[in-house]
């Protein structure tokens, strides 16, 4: 990334339009990778190891995670290989992660759904919602948005976001862009909620 993030005074659509220009490209890459290794176990482990298919090098979300947690998810999920590969909608697929690998040491929200969303790359499965973990949840509250839930639907989200952006990269928008939140001018504003809230949330 060059230079410092714009300030909020430029508005919440001119930081999306910067996320489009500067970080989507980078994550499209990211995901692509998933797709391009030569088997669905090889896939999978990498997903669950949070590694670069390419570099082998692991993803900072998941720096402070034991190896031994990441093996042993890695182990729990090759060994639901069928399970996981027939499993499409990506709301069917978190949970399935998220039962198979959410009890290990150290493995919270965001690695749930970091993993789901390497598998789903895979097999064709992406997020049709906005999943919030702790960095999305602070980048809400920021916007006025309310973050009590573990999801969002699109259309509650302000203009510049659901017009410019998919679920998955408005998860990863609310989160990097945090920062610059505080003072920003959101334009029009999200339509209003009629979600419950007594979900559990699916925190590293």
């Not at 890459?29 to 082998?56: C, H, M, N, Q, W």
């Not at 034991?66 to 890695?74: F, Q, R």
């Amino acid at each position: 990334m060059t230079g410092t993030r714009r300030t909020a005074a430029a508005g919440l659509e001119a930081l999306v339009d910067e996320y489009i220009q500067e970080l989507r490209p980078e994550r499209e890459s990211e995901l692509s990778k998933f797709r391009s290794v030569r088997t669905d176990k090889d896939a999978i482990s990498y997903a669950a190891l949070a590694r670069d298919p390419e570099t082998g090098k692991k993803h900072p979300h998941q720096y402070r995670i034991p190896p031994a947690s990441l093996e042993e998810s890695k182990r729990r999920l090759l060994k639901n290989l069928s399970r996981v590969r027939s499993t499409k909608p990506f709301q069917e697929l978190i949970e399935l992660v998220d039962r198979h690998i959410r009890p290990i040491d150290r493995v919270g929200e965001l690695t749930v759904y970091d993993t789901a969303l390497r598998i789903g790359a895979r097999f064709g499965s992406e997020p049709e919602k906005v999943y919030i973990h702790a960095g999305t949840r602070n980048g809400m509250r920021k916007l006025g948005l309310d973050s009590r839930d573990e999801t969002i639907e699109m259309n509650e989200l302000p203009a510049p976001i659901r017009r410019k952006l998919r679920p998955r990269e408005a998860e990863d928008f609310l989160c990097v862009y945090k920062d610059a939140f505080a003072t920003v001018k959101t334009g029009e504003r999200p339509a209003a909620s009629s979600r419950s809230h007594g979900r559990t949330r699916l925190s590293t």
